[in-house]
């Protein structure tokens, strides 16, 4: 995911969902294409040194081109060298639907996770702080006490819908208090 720029939104879910339903049907007919043939050299029924030692011959003489198809998964190779050139570690991933399977299991915890309380705490990093600081120009948006009128003021950032409430860690919803704004109103919101 992480190489290949793969996010974990609901829109790259689709598509990779989108590529094991295409693996998924690749499978289904080489599979069918299997049982069709197993079904022909059954129906036929050979004796077996001719199965065993003629097999192709057999099969081109009642018309049938054997098919050596398999599904041709991708297969990376990721090689990590280090600096000196001394150790280096090799990880094989093929594209197959296992592969897939846990692609798609990994996108929707996240994205689950994105949704959850946990996630959107989560998504409250200090690089975002200090961005939505910025944007209210390092002042309270309750009392309009700033950074310029008091240097040691400590400003907070909060959730304008909580977090709680179903409130999202964007910057639309949230807003800069100096503290003693932002204690006031967790009080109460919490004795509502
Ligand atoms: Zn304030």
Redesign the pocket.
């Known amino acids: 995911m992480k190489y290949f720029g793969i996010k974990a939104t609901e829109t790259d879910l689709a598509d990779v969902e989108r590529l094991g339903d295409g693996i998924t049907r690749l499978e289904d007919a080489v599979t069918n294409l299997r049982q069709r043939e197993a079904g022909i050299t059954q129906s036929v029924n050979p004796p077996k040194f001719i199965m065993k030692h003629y097999v192709g011959e057999f099969m081109r003489q009642v018309g049938v081109e054997l098919s050596p198809i398999t599904v041709p998964y991708p297969v990376y190779v990721f090689e990590y060298v280090s600096a000196g050139g001394n150790s280096s570690q090799r990880t094989i991933v093929t594209l197959n639907r296992q592969t897939i399977d846990a692609m798609i299991e990994t996108m929707s915890q996240r994205i689950r996770f994105r949704k959850s309380v946990a996630g959107q705490r989560a998504l409250m990093t200090s690089r975002l702080r200090s961005m939505i600081k910025a944007r209210d120009n390092h002042t309270?948006r309750?009392?309009?006490?700033s950074i310029a009128a008091e240097p040691h003021l400590l400003l907070e950032v909060d959730h304008i819908i909580p977090v709680s409430k179903g409130g999202l860690t964007a910057p639309e919803n949230l807003q800069t208090?100096?503290w003693?704004?932002?204690r006031a109103k967790s009080n109460k919101v919490i004795s509502r």
Do not use: A, V
Not at 142 to 145: A, D, F, N, V
């Open positions: 309270c309750y009392c309009s006490i208090l100096c003693r704004c932002n």
